[in-house]
């Protein structure tokens, strides 16, 4: 079954860290959602208020516009539930798309 200690390793580590298996959402998926649904409202290429706050480095930064880190978990919870006139896109978006938006969001 395993041919060395190493996949025993290997499997053991995935196994012990949650997420590491899930399957990840598509940037290039996320890219196409984000620009019919959220490039109304927010800049992918730049820093620049739009409606909402501009995106470019967003995973980078110190601190996103509610004051919380830009966390895989924190962006994820604030596209899912919206606020200060996002919407919420739990409501709108598959829990496939909203992952191949972060995703497409890491790239930035």
Known sequence: MFKSTAQVCVLGVALASPGLLRA????????????????????ADSEEKK??????GLFKRDKMTNGKKPTLENVTQVVK?????????SEILSKEEI???????KTL
């Open 81 to 89: 539930d919206g606020g200060n006139g996002m919407p919420a896109y």
């Open 24 to 43: 990840a959402g598509d940037a290039a998926q996320g890219k196409e959602v984000f620009e019919q649904q959220c490039s109304v409202c927010h800049e």
């Open 99 to 105: 992952d191949h938006v972060i995703e497409y969001l």
């Open 51 to 56: 409606m909402g706050p501009g995106l470019k």
